[in-house]
Nanobody, 120 residues
């Protein structure tokens, strides 16, 4: 079955950097959209950055200019390079994908999340 596995989270000081990775595995035939969401304590989940179905990139306003999403299509992997982190970036970051699998067709998939904590 399809799995999305995040890695790269951790604890950093304000102003620091982290690079998140999300690898999609399984019987993947096509990825329509893939990217990152996050949920901060006491807040709703929000989109951080994502490749959309037409290949464009959407960034949440507060991360634009600080975060960069990239991808390796051959590896079904997306990355999120985060620089100039601030405590407001503290959240669980979830990988998200809309993809076609060989078993189930089109579907939405979520990773388990990786914790990013930014200390002041």
């Amino acid at each position: 079955q399809v799995q999305l596995v995040e890695s790269g989270g951790g604890l950093v000081q304000a102003g620091g950097s982290l690079r998140l990775s999300c690898a999609a595995s399984g019987s993947i035939r096509s990825i329509n959209a893939m990217g990152w969401y996050r949920r901060a304590p006491g807040k709703q989940r929000e989109l951080v950055a994502a490749f959309t179905s037409d290949g464009s990139i959407n960034y949440e306003d507060s991360v634009r200019g600080r975060f960069t999403i990239t991808r390796d299509n051959a590896a079904n992997t997306v990355y999120l390079q985060m620089v100039s982190l601030n405590p407001e970036d503290t959240a669980i970051y979830y990988c998200h994908a809309h993809l076609m699998s060989g078993r189930n067709g089109w579907g939405i998939y979520w990773g388990r999340g990786t914790q990013v904590t930014v200390s002041s």
